[in-house]
């Protein structure tokens, strides 16, 4: 049947911010409203699904994720939740003599959390496993530790980042994980459908897929694109691809494009200006506070970043960078400038570029970012994970600088487009953990509301990429049928500033209710519709 009533819960719906039920049409919604119009309108045409007393919202959008990454580490060893290095190599053991053949993998690490604040290193991971090679990322996947034997095989010693003691960054990490990663079509095909229903069982319809040919290649690109396409025989979220290649004219981005054979939003993503704050590599005005003959390293110049943002915008797509640490920012503003003067900042502002991370960015940078109509796209776990007085970010930095990362509300208040995401595999794929650590930030100043942040993972993460359809990301009637059903505790309006009543259910406020994210229990997905087609439905709901 294609006409399914959705009765007896919640609907998150700014076109009736009360209605407990809503119709779908195929792959529209076709109508929202009360139990009381439901039952006029139900008839035997129509499917019936009873809601229990759950929540239907709008699907969330992933602003930035790697796809075959994240299948990756679900299948290595997790190691997000160890403290201490006898932990990791506990686990590291038993992987090892649970799976005795191949490379050995693992994610996750954080040597800040750890007791004692140092990575692994390759003799241990030697002793551990019996000389197996082994591979483990760090948890921003900037750098990684190996054991003796992996990099005995691949030449590591002899490559740039090379420390010595089996840390890899650099030239031998990317070695390092290329080894790892040799994957055959059918193994890149299951890895790549793990993490999309597993995107699809935490409630998102969309995910922006940060390629480049340093994180994959276009074959996984191509992968993706046939996985998430409408004819596919089974329904995936779907893919919205950048490809991060830097390029220096017109026609060397039309060159790449035509090349990758599969069609993207943007040269955008993951083009690195810099790396990362935890390895260390993100490229800072003034030298790390716990290393202080170091300031990072730019991986582009500023003419190349202009000629990039040039180049596309004279093509009138998306262009666009990695960028972390506040030098990186300026070569980046410096960039936007260049292209504004080659091309006119007409045409830079309607190209739609966008910025991936942006962690340190001050009000000059603000101002230029809101003049350029540059969107960011910001992940807001980073600070709920490294953020503090306590966290990886002050440890890096000091705690002054640190307190002046992810300025989430104040790129609200200056007027810059964000959109939200998760980074995985570097935080997991919950979107509700992301609109929790916006609303309650570890600086006072920069939390928005729970409902400004839900904005941010759905109506923001669509209009970043360039959707033609205004009513994606909401639940009225002639919008797509892309949504999900969650099973909460309590249904609340919650807000940033405590000056304010944080909750309130009086149905004359007229404000659609979302998830109280201060219970015992995170929303859980019971189902996940895009555009009609189901992408996931638990076992418990029918």
Known sequence: ????????????????????????????????????????????????????????????????????????????????????????????????????????????????????????????????TGSREVYLARVDVHSGTVSGSLAKRCGLPGLDGWRGDGLVTGAAHACARDASRQLSTADRTRIQQRALRHAAANGYVALAEMSAPHVGSAQDLASLAALSSFTAPEAFAEVLPYWGQVVSSADEARQVLASLGTPVLGLAGDLNIDGSLGSRSAFLRAPYADAPDGRGQAYLTAAQIGDHLAATSELGISGGFHIIGDGAMDLALEGLALAAEQVGIEKVRAAGHRFEHAEMVDDAAMAALARHAVTVSIQPVFDAFWGGGEGMYAQRLGAERAALLNPVARFYEAGVPICFGSDSPVTPLNPWASVRAALSHHQPGQRISARAAFIGHTRAGWRAAGAQNPMLGQLAPGAPASFAIWEVDELMVQVADERVQSWSTDPRARTPLLPALDTANDPRCLATVHRGRELYTAADFS
């Open 1 to 128: 049947m294609s006409l399914t009533m959705y009765r007896n819960g919640s609907v998150y719906s700014a076109a009736d911010p009360l209605a407990t039920a809503m119709l779908v049409d195929g792959d529209t919604v076709a109508w929202v409203g009360s139990e009381h119009a439901a039952t006029s309108l139900l008839d035997a045409r129509m499917r019936l699904v009873d809601l229990a007393g759950t929540l239907i919202t709008p699907g969330f959008v992933d602003s930035h994720v790697h796809v075959t990454e994240t299948g990756t580490a679900l299948e290595s060893i997790d190691l997000s939740n160890t403290r201490s290095v006898t932990q990791a190599l506990a686990l590291v053991a038993a992987a090892a003599a649970a799976n005795p053949h191949g490379i050995l993998q693992g994610h996750g690490w954080d040597e800040s959390s750890w007791a004692e604040q140092r990575p692994l290193t390759a003799v241990e991971l030697d002793r551990a």
